[in-house]
């Protein structure tokens, strides 16, 4: 295992661009599968959860090639033509991939098998399996819904409506790829609005997707059978990558940095709501749109943050970045009050817990609650870090190993990580990337 320590940074300056966005990554190697033609796709993220995704897409009949300039090209196999697998579809550690694909097969006659590495195989299903079920797919999971899991997709399937029981974009994603080869009109309602990468894309691919208001909740229509048209996709960077330098720039002094081409599509954005709430200092340069989401550069620079109590409704636009907002809160003046975050103990690793253990070794002051983490920050001193041999025990969670570097670029003693290949699923050049604005 690649033991790593992090240690306090000089000032965090010049330009970087980080990888393209994973859930629209997912999404552009999907859809362009299913549509008929060829599809050209650009700043598609190169880490091992879309390259899985990749991977399935061709065991169903689609032709997925890179080209040497980095772009990928799709031939689709067609909705309503993909191929049944030979072999078990391997997901490795994408929940995003294994929820959204049990959608997609759940409408075709196709039998499949999905399985996942250790950490994915302990994380649940029974969300998507509910609702697919009630369209007429069948299932075979694991104990407590886990993978491995055998699907049998039905053709026709049954159109339903369906009321998210949680906000979870995977799941309403996973009904509407559905509906997509259903008779009929497929609904979602979602109480609370969650990430719209889904709507905006299919609708790109040529999909009837309506969305609509109902009694203060958002409902979205998707009529089935649909004929998917090619598209070029252009893929903006991720502002869940983006977040570790956000946080990295404003906890360090003197910082003065630029992440280019990050996407701020409003059910995605909520670090930058969150972190200016705390005093970030974030501005949007060149603002513009990219293949149907805003996108702009962000300036960031070192800034005092304060403690603030953090509203639960922002939880779905920003889920996978309050392991590194918890890092900034460690090291703010006050106390962060984080609520609504039962959703965390269910993620890579239960990320309430374990970025409650490893702040503690870096010696902040975080005490633990059922739905989150009540952080006392330093008041902009740096963190004690780990001692004595101690390391961070990541639990194979790519964000919290890359949380607890930051964590480290502010810390005394540096901060030393039990393992950082699972970086790799989601940010592969991370390290380079924090070595290069630090030097």
């Not at 200092?281 to 304060?306: N, S, T, Y």
């Not at 930051?406 to 901060?415: F, H, K, P, T």
């Amino acid at each position: 295992m690649p033991i790593q320590t992090f240690t306090s940074s000089r000032a965090l300056t010049g330009r970087i661009r980080v990888p393209g966005d994973k859930s629209i990554s997912h999404r552009a190697l999907m859809f362009a599968g299913l549509a008929v033609g060829t599809s050209r796709i650009s700043g598609l993220l190169e880490g091992e959860d879309v390259l899985a995704s990749a991977a399935a897409m061709r065991q169903l009949g689609a032709q997925v090639e890179r080209e040497a300039d980095g772009t990928w090209v799709v031939n689709g196999a067609g909705l309503g033509s993909l191929l049944e697998p030979k072999q078990a579809l391997d997901m490795g550690n994408s929940g995003t991939s294994t929820r959204l694909m049990m959608g997609l097969l759940a409408s075709h006659s196709i039998t499949a098998t999905f399985t996942g590495d250790a950490s994915l195989s302990g994380r649940p299903m029974n969300r998507v399996i509910e609702p697919l079920s009630q369209m007429g797919a069948s299932f075979e999971a694991s104990s407590g819904g886990t993978l491995p899991c055998m699907l049998r997709g039905v053709s026709p399937a049954v159109p339903i409506t369906y009321r998210l029981p949680v906000a979870s974009a995977q799941v309403k994603s996973a009904v509407l790829l559905a509906g997509l080869n259903t008779p009929g009109i497929t609904r979602v309602i979602e109480p609370v609005a969650t990430r719209d990468h889904t709507e905006r894309m299919l609708t790109g691919f040529g999909a009837t997707v309506e969305v609509s208001e109902e009694s203060g909740e958002r409902v979205i229509s998707i009529h089935g059978e649909a004929d998917l048209k090619p598209m070029d996709v252009v893929v903006p960077g991720d502002p869940s990558s983006a977040a570790f330098f956000l946080v990295a720039a404003s906890i360090v002094p003197g910082s003065d940095l630029v992440v280019e081409n990050v996407g701020l599509n409003p059910t995605r954005a909520g670090i930058v709501h969150a972190l200016r709430q705390m005093g970030a200092d974030i501005e949007e340069l060149f603002p513009r749109e990219v293949g149907g989401e805003p996108v702009a550069d962000l300036r960031v620079r070192h800034a005092p943050l304060k403690g603030a109590e953090i509203d639960p409704a922002i939880v779905p636009s920003m889920v996978d970045e309050f392991p590194v907002l918890f890092v900034a809160a460690a090291v703010a003046e006050g106390t962060t009050v984080t609520t609504g975050l039962e959703e965390l103990r269910v993620k890579e690793s239960d990320r309430l817990s374990t970025m409650a253990d490893a702040l503690k070794l870096a010696g902040a002051h975080v005490a633990e609650h059922e739905d989150g983490l009540t952080i006392i920050g330093t008041g902009g001193e740096p963190l004690r870090g780990t001692q004595d041999g101690a390391k961070v025990v990541t639990k194979l969670d790519h964000r919290i190993a890359m949380a607890m570097a930051v964590a480290g670029l502010a810390s005394r003693d540096g901060v030393a990580i039990d393992d950082t290949a699972p970086i790799a699923t989601s940010f592969p050049d991370f390290t380079d990337l924090l070595e290069r604005a630090s030097s």
